[in-house]
Nanobody, 118 residues
Framework: QVQLVESGGGLVQPGGTLRLSCAYS????????MGWYRQVPGKERELVAG???????SYADSAKGRFTISRDNAKNTLYLQMNSLKSEDTAVYYC????????????WGQGTLVTVSA
C-alpha cells in the first residue's frame, strides 16, 4: 500500500507564502497521479493541482499563477508552493495519490490546515 503524510500548514497573512509537503512511502511504484485537494466546511473537496507520473501538471483556475505543484523523487515528497495567498485559500489541504497495484487504489493523507488571515 501507499502512505501519505502532509506537513507545512499554518497561519499566514494575506499575500504571504506557504509550502506544503507530502511524504509518500510504501508501494510508490504503483502511483500514477498525485494531487493536492482542499476542503472547507460545508463544501465538497476540490482539486487544487495535480501531477502525473511523467511530470505533467494541471491546476484549478483559482490556483493558476499562484500555486506550483512539484515532486522530488529522491526524497519521495510532493510539494505545493503557494504564493500570494488569499483569505479564500483557507482550507484543509489533502494530499492524494492514485494508481494501480494488484488493483486500482486511491489514498489520502490526513490533511493539513492552512489559514490565511490578518
Amino acid at each position: 500500500q501507499v502512505q501519505l503524510v502532509e506537513s507545512g500548514g499554518g497561519l499566514v497573512q494575506p499575500g504571504g507564502t506557504l509550502r506544503l509537503s507530502c511524504a509518500y512511502s510504501g508501494s510508490i511504484f504503483g502511483i500514477n497521479v498525485m494531487g493536492w485537494y482542499r476542503q472547507v466546511p460545508g463544501k465538497e473537496r476540490e482539486l487544487v493541482a495535480g501531477i502525473t507520473r511523467d511530470g505533467r501538471t494541471s491546476y484549478a483556475d483559482s490556483a493558476k499563477g499562484r500555486f506550483t505543484i512539484s515532486r522530488d523523487n529522491a526524497k519521495n515528497t510532493l510539494y505545493l508552493q503557494m504564493n500570494s495567498l488569499k483569505s479564500e485559500d483557507t482550507a484543509v489541504y489533502y494530499c492524494n495519490a492514485r494508481g494501480v497495484l494488484a488493483e486500482k487504489f486511491e489514498v489520502w493523507g490526513q490533511g493539513t490546515l492552512v489559514t490565511v488571515s490578518a
